[in-house]
T-cell receptor, first 113, second 117 residues
Framework: DQQVKQNSPSLSVQEGRISILNCDYTNSMFDYFLWYKKYPAEGPTFLISISSIKDKNEDGRFTVFLNKSAKHLSLHIVPSQPGDSAVYFCAASFSGSARQLTFGSGTQLTVLP | GAVVSQHPSWVICKSGTSVKIECRSLDFQATTMFWYRQFPKQSLMLMATSNEGSKATYEQGVEKDKFLINHASLTLSTLTVTSAHPEDSSFYIC?????????????FGQGTRLTVV
């Protein structure tokens, strides 16, 4: 049973446009959400996070939106750049989990020049 | 940012042998480290939580006698794949959260590609 789901395995976007990556979760105990970027044969790199007490967090070109009632979060990248091409994982944790992360299956983002 | 170093980056071993993977936090102390496994085109699956000075906590379905975890110091955790078989071939990644607050991002090692032949 996947508690964190990324239903789009891939996404292609033109350079300069907005990339929107989506993530859904089922466990209402999750109270902290993170996005990671991963290149092949490398470990994930942290991008941005959001606590469940917020509905938006912004860091430069990256913005994460959280809709708790829908158990949905999204990552917006604008403007998209070719260097953003990678696999993006959303992850979730809850306060009692000793900071263990539950990952989605990832979305391959390709930014076309 | 914080750095977590994992070694080796890749290893090829014969079936039946054991392989040790090291995970080090280079500029911070980590009382807890996590070990993940990733199959091709799949998500990272948590295998176990490594606790400094105590036994590791394994996720359901993970054989503790096969995947030995030792967290001997505040900066080093090791994962030993014992009597490796081809089905153990995978990408293994460790992570360590920095700081004591509950919600914090974890920093990941670069991963180890294990191929058992």
């Amino acid at each position: 049973d996947q508690q964190v789901k990324q239903n789009s395995p891939s996404l292609s976007v033109q350079e300069g446009r907005i990339s929107i990556l989506n993530c859904d979760y089922t466990n209402s105990m999750f109270d902290y959400f993170l996005w990671y970027k991963k290149y092949p044969a490398e470990g994930p790199t942290f991008l941005i996070s959001i606590s469940s007490i917020k509905d938006k967090n912004e860091d430069g070109r990256f913005t994460v939106f959280l809709n708790k009632s829908a158990k949905h979060l999204s990552l917006h990248i604008v403007p998209s750049q070719p260097g953003d091409s990678a696999v993006y994982f959303c992850a979730a944790s809850f306060s009692g989990s000793a900071r263990q992360l539950t990952f989605g299956s990832g979305t391959q983002l390709t930014v076309l020049p | 940012g914080a750095v977590v170093s994992q070694h080796p980056s890749w290893v090829i071993c014969k079936s039946g042998t054991s392989v040790k993977i090291e995970c080090r936090s280079l500029d911070f102390q980590a009382t807890t480290m996590f070990w993940y496994r990733q199959f091709p085109k799949q998500s990272l699956m948590l295998m176990a939580t490594s606790n400094e000075g105590s036994k590791a906590t394994y996720e359901q379905g993970v054989e503790k006698d096969k995947f030995l975890i030792n967290h001997a110091s505040l900066t080093l955790s090791t994962l030993t794949v014992t009597s490796a078989h081809p089905e153990d071939s995978s990408f293994y990644i460790c992570s360590a959260p920095k700081g004591q607050i509950m919600n914090t991002e974890a920093f990941f090692g670069q991963g180890t590609r294990l191929t058992v032949v």
